[in-house]
């Protein structure tokens, strides 16, 4: 049997004749940029999100970058301006701040949730911080609750990067709907999936949301009218038509992907391995099964050997990546185990029962 980490041919195929019509149609229109798709994608998206205001960009990076754009073009951060982000998170985060001209400042996380621990935060910030960058790593929302308590202490913005939590829930609001805005991406591998690159703000801020169809389109709203620095930054017209093929299903797979989850929480049993932290709440989607091992590389040539693909998510903590040298005197040893440790199983709809019995049967032989 072989069990790749995730096969995206396979995910998408029930899709194949609906994407198909999509394209049919596309081709047809002639129209090929911001037009039917993605207004109605950004409708729906917006619906989904419970939010005011959904703008389709170019993926995700883009997403939180231009929210930090907007934020300095309406001079509520000005270039400098610190902001808190989690030190264990994707690069894409940070990259996004520094992208703005603002400054990263990472905080350790909270070993059981892998998100931003508030208590480490509060004691990072100092009087130029501005901001908070709630990432929810692996599809679990942050503690969005004691998050805000910081924000409203210090007068911070909330902003979360939303690229790996699509539908995720806390009392009652879902991811998107808990920051001042939110970023997400549809990169093919992410819970809702374009074929391509693709990305959304969400925000309930109207002025904000004005200001970032403005900042996505050469920063004019009237063509051939420029009223910002602006960027090319669109969602796609067809790849908006394929999300919005796969958006009525964003719940369905979440939930297949969640009776896996129970499954591994409750079979895998074995003493060398950490499963994760859930608390059986919605607010966790598992974009990723991320596990902990001491010796990670021989439990992934042991899985390898068995068939089993798996992926680390992530190996190299940002502050020791060569790209960000002014982070490298930093230690974190939270996020520096955790980069040590993780392992990501496969997880996704597309597992067969038989697939997922392999998995867990190697997991416990190990
Ligand atoms: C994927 C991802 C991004 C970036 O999204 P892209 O569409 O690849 O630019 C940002 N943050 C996190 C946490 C991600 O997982």
């Known amino acids: ?100 001209e603002l400054v990263p400042i990472l905080v350790e996380p909270e070993l059981e949730t892998y998100n931003i621990d508030p208590l480490e935060a509060e004691k990072q910030r100092t009087e130029t911080t501005k901001a908070i960058l709630a990432v929810h790593l692996y599809g679990q929302l942050s503690d969005m609750v004691r998050i805000h308590k910081l924000a409203e202490k210090y007068n911070l913005l909330v902003i979360e990067d939303a690229a790996q939590a699509h539908g995720a829930v806390l009392n009652g609001r879902k991811a998107g709907n808990w920051g001042d805005a939110a970023g997400f991406s549809f990169y093919p591998g992410k819970n809702l999936g374009a074929l391509g690159d693709a990305g959304a703000i969400t925000t309930n801020d ?70 994760p932290y859930y608390d059986f709440s919605e607010n966790h989607v598992f974009h990723l099964f991320v596990i902990r091992t001491e010796n990670r590389e021989a439990l992934a040539g042991y899985l390898e050997e068995k068939g089993i693909g798996t992926l680390i998510h992530y190996p190299i903590p940002p502050h020791q990546q060569k790209a960000l040298p002014q982070f490298h005197g930093l230690s974190f040893p939270i996020t520096e185990k955790i980069h040590r440790e993780v392992l990501s199983l496969p997880l996704n709809s597309t597992l067969t029962t038989a697939e997922v019995d392999a998995i867990i049967l190697a997991l416990n032989n190990y």
């Open 1 to 100: 049997m072989k069990i790749p980490f995730l096969d995206l041919k396979k995910l998408n195929k029930p899709y194949e004749s609906r994407f198909q019509e999509k394209f049919t149609t596309f081709l047809d229109s002639g129209w090929y940029i911001l037009g039917n798709e993605v207004r109605t994608f950004e409708a729906g998206f917006a619906n989904y999100c419970g939010v005011k205001h959904c703008i389709g960009v170019g993926n995700g990076l883009d997403a939180l970058t231009l929210i930090f754009k907007a934020y300095i073009a309406l001079g509520k951060l000005q270039k400098g301006d610190g902001v808190l982000v989690p030190a264990n998170t994707y690069i894409a985060s940070i990259l996004a701040i520094l992208q703005a």
């Open 206 to 275: 109207s002025e904000l949301a004005k200001i970032l169809y403005s900042l996505r389109n050469y920063g004019s709203e009237i063509k051939y009218v420029n009223d910002h620095i602006g960027y090319n930054s669109r969602l796609d017209e067809f790849q908006a038509g394929i999300l919005n093929v796969k958006l009525p299903d964003a719940d369905v797979e979440a939930t297949e992907r969640k009776s896996i989850v129970k499954r591994y929480l409750s079979e895998i049993q074995n003493p060398k391995i950490a499963l």
